[in-house]
């Protein structure tokens, strides 16, 4: 039997050593697709994609017959954004359900941990003090989800599953809604899923329509004292009107795991605001044998003139 043609892929990132995490798994998924790093490529008209996390602005210049590039993760914004990527590139990017189940257990973790306590229960633990808290009915609190993509239908999911009253804001109703889980579209979607909210989750992917949604008009539609749990991307937030909203107790927290900078640099006032918990852009991740898998199958569709199953609509964002 004939062995099939290799195709060569280049990994780009200006923050990981791509090789380094996903290179044992490729090499173990499929001999044919061949990755490199970019001073170890020998012929760059050979190059035919490439494997990115955050390409550096000169990034794709070298290749002058790359037709796709592929994120390592769920979200493109780094390549939807990149003035270097060539017009007629593909894009496409990895969809790890594990990664949703990571999702989904952050968001929730982070809406128990208030509704129950969890942080003044250690405190009072500390205090040797036996002080038990309130608690309201899941149903009572309304949650407002931004975003359902495999992100987001995973976290209402879990929300959902545990009673609270979910409800999310999405671009049209999906073609399987989730029972008991409401869903809010249009132009006033977001609020609409916001109003009351004693819970704001934001999963939404970053593009030109979804870029600072998290702001002041929002915020205010929720109940006052509400918390903003945001895992999408940090170009989403207005950080002003979240210190405003902090500052007037109309958002009494957040969680932000996803930062405009990232590394959030050691001088940032983030970091000593009680009113925030910090993560380090930890909320998920892809696991490195799926994103082999779905590299490989990406690679190989992309060389055999198939369509690319993991391939994102250019002008839609995602
Ligand atoms: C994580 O942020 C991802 O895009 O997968």
Redo the contacts with the bound molecule.
């Keep these: 039997m004939s062995q099939p043609t290799p195709i060569h892929g280049v990994y780009l990132s200006d923050s990981h050593d791509l090789d380094a995490i996903y290179g044992a798994a490729l090499r173990a998924a499929g001999t044919d697709v061949i990755l490199h790093q970019p001073e170890a490529v020998q012929d760059p008209d050979q190059i035919a994609f490439a494997l990115c996390w955050v390409p550096g602005p000169q990034a794709f210049a070298p290749y002058p017959n790359l037709r796709l590039a592929m994120?390592?993760?769920?979200?493109?914004d780094a390549l939807l954004g990149h003035p270097g990527l060539p017009e007629g590139a593909a894009i496409a990017?990895?969809r790890?359900p594990h990664?949703a189940d990571l999702m989904a257990g952050f968001a929730l973790h982070e809406v128990l941990r208030d509704e129950r306590g969890f942080d003044d229960m250690a405190a009072d633990q500390r205090a040797a003090r036996w002080d038990p808290a309130p608690m309201r009915a899941p149903a009572s609190v309304k949650v407002a989800v931004l975003g359902h993509g495999t992100m987001g239908r995973a976290v209402a999911k879990g929300l959902s599953a545990l009673g609270f009253d979910t409800h999310v804001a999405c671009r049209s109703t999906p073609e399987a809604p989730l029972e008991g889980v409401s869903y809010r579209t249009g132009a006033t979607g977001m609020q609409d899923a916001a109003r009351g909210a004693a819970y704001l989750i934001n999963v939404l992917p970053l593009t030109a329509a979804t870029e600072n949604v998290l702001n002041a008009d929002l915020f205010a539609c929720l109940a006052p004292g509400a918390r903003l749990i945001q895992i999408g991307?940090g170009e989403h937030l207005v950080e002003g009107d979240l210190m405003a909203a902090l500052d007037s107790g109309q958002l009494a927290g957040a969680t932000l795991d996803?930062f405009r900078q990232e590394p959030l640099p050691a001088d940032h006032t983030y970091w000593a605001d009680a009113r925030l918990r910090i993560t380090p852009?930890v909320?998920?991740?892809?696991l490195p044998d799926v994103v082999a898998t779905q590299v490989i199958e990406t690679a190989r569709a992309l060389r055999d003139g198939a369509p690319l199953a993991y391939g994102i609509d250019r002008a839609r964002g995602y």
Excluded at 71 to 76: D, K, P
Excluded at 283 to 286: G, L, R
């Design positions: 994120s390592i993760g769920a979200g493109v990017r990895v790890d990664q991307r996803v852009h909320a998920s991740d892809t």
